[in-house]
């Protein structure tokens, strides 16, 4: 039987983010701040402005689909690419206190490395969503965390050549970025967080004196 607390225990400490209803932090912890700054969005300067941070658009879109949402208990979640490491953002409204009449609300968000785990039937999702086996080599390469150059090595092909077989692949997925190609895979097969492909890599190449 799967140890659920050895589980637990092994998940990355989230990052924690809590905004009130002007939209203006309230708390913020040291991990998601490391993570707005390393994300690279515009975005908006929710953050004091001695941070020098910005917080992505996605997660001020999240802010504002919760404040309009007349079902407090509902959970609004986006992803984010951080240096090519995909995050989960999941937003939660938090009521204010008693007597406020609903014009003090908090919404917290917490911020989550995803790390995949889980393995997947690939042949499903390449069915699923029509692609060739060149495309799904890609995925897999992907789905195994490697840059656009160290696909590029694998395949013997140019950086180029990989941008637009990826461009290619997100056109098929509708979606715009490596994170929405994660996101697919993260929707079709219902898991937490997209599961891990282990490949095979290419030995690298020997160089000899002259």
Request: net charge positive; hydrophobic share 40%; glycine share 6%.
């Amino acid at each position: 039987m799967v140890d659920l607390l050895k589980v637990a225990n092994e998940r990355s400490m989230p990052g924690i983010l809590i905004l009130d209803h002007q939209k203006k932090p309230i708390f913020f912890n040291s991990i998601a701040l490391n993570v707005f700054a390393g994300s690279g969005h515009d975005g908006s300067s929710l953050l004091p402005d001695s941070f020098g941070v910005t917080l992505p658009d996605e997660i001020s879109t999240v802010y504002d689909t919760l404040k309009k949402d007349q079902n407090r208990l509902n959970c609004q979640t986006t992803l984010i690419s951080v240096q090519e490491t995909p995050y989960c953002c999941r937003g939660f409204f938090l009521q204010g206190p008693p007597g406020s009449m609903g014009r003090t609300f908090f919404i917290i968000f917490l911020i989550e490395k995803i790390m995949p785990r889980h393995k997947l039937d690939l042949e499903k999702f390449k069915k699923h969503f029509d692609l060739s086996d060149r495309q799904m080599e890609i995925v897999k390469y992907l789905l195994a965390g490697l840059t656009n150059k160290e696909m590029a090595d694998e395949s013997c092909v140019s950086e180029d050549t990989i941008k637009g077989h990826l461009r290619h692949i997100m056109k098929r997925l509708d979606v715009r970025s490596r994170t929405g190609i994660l996101s697919k895979v993260f929707q079709l097969f219902n898991e937490p967080f997209p599961p891990k492909v282990n490949i095979k890599r290419r030995a690298p190449k020997k160089t000899f004196a002259a």
